[in-house]
């Protein structure tokens, strides 16, 4: 019997009505009419980024983490990063809850110089083997936070494949101002938790999985807070058995077909459902679900069995979407509010949705 069930409600959660609220990175550009209000540019020399995937960490507290960061020198609808001062990944913290007028960063963790840090080593760091390192979801396990980082050497494989040297996780115990790599903690390139969807209930972190990159199912783990850093004691769901396997990834069955991208996981106190959203690139299905690149989104009451996905925004209205990072502390809101990337501005925008049970 898993924990965070309601089987009293049969009605399906729908989510429609998506809308961009503000900015959260970037300068506006001419004729930009949309709220802003942070200036990452010059503040922090954050002029183009992606991601910004949110963890809870204490009180009204989130923190952040971008992808590949670009300094001065940026040039907007330049095939993504560019410019000066690259950085594989920074780390912005918020404590804004009244989202209706946008998403205010209080700060970044800053270098000597003021300008927003590489927090995990990216590929500067070790160019021949070392792209990039890239978070994928963040949690805090007690007192310690937590991000899970994809460390790529080819952006370009076949199937929908990222390549990766393997995946591991940071770990800070000062809320956020220092990381450290935890090596005990480490996925192999092949992995089905090379990226990670991280989220907390009833004293357990689950971690729904895919291999880097676009293509693959969803697999599915869980370890209690106390664990993290015992990968021994990590749980691996399997469907034909119906059972958590003890200490054994090879045993994780996919709980939701392919392709799924990256991905954010939530438990909705109000609607009592898991929400996962996740990118979907129609050239990876054999029987593709829409026709150009969507975020999609479904929901569980088991993390087990979920429904069918569901077109939450589409490419045709925000071209070269990617990348719906959920808000931890809007779990229990009849609006979904997430953070989503567009490769041509490349920068992270924050979102909003509407969502009723019907």
Known sequence: ?????????????????????????????????????????????????????????????????????????????????????????????????????????????????????????????????????????????????????????????????????????????DDGRTWERREEVTFSPDSHFSQVAYAKCDGWIYMLGTQAGRGDAAYLARFLEKDLLDMKAYEYWNGESKEWIRGNEAAATPVLRGPVGEASLIWHKKFKRWILTYNYDPNHDENPLTKRHAILYCTSKDLVQWSEPKVLAEADRYPALYCAYIHPLKDNDDQLWFIMSMWGPYNAFLMCADMKLE
């Open 1 to 173: 019997n898993m924990a965070c069930k309601d089987a009293d409600s049969e009605k399906t959660l729908c989510i429609d009505n998506v809308r961009m609220i503000s900015r959260v990175t970037g300068d506006p550009l001419s004729g930009d009419t949309l709220l802003n209000p942070n200036n990452t540019g010059p503040d922090f020399d954050v002029y183009g980024t992606d991601l910004g995937l949110m963890w809870h960490m204490d009180g009204n507290r989130v923190g952040m983490f971008f992808g590949d960061t670009s300094g001065e020198g940026f040039v907007v609808n330049k095939n993504g990063g560019n410019g000066s001062n690259w950085r594989s990944n920074v780390l912005a913290f918020s404590s804004d809850t009244e989202l209706t007028d946008g998403l205010k960063i209080d700060s970044m963790l800053l270098d000597a110089d003021g300008k927003a840090l590489e927090v995990c080593a990216g590929g500067k760091t070790n160019p021949e083997v070392y792209q990039t390192s890239i978070p994928t979801s963040a949690i805090r396990a007690g007192k310690t936070d937590c991000v899970h980082i994809m460390n790529i050497y080819d952006w370009g494989a076949p199937h929908g494949r990222w390549l990766t040297n393997f995946s591991s996780v940071y770990t800070s115990n």
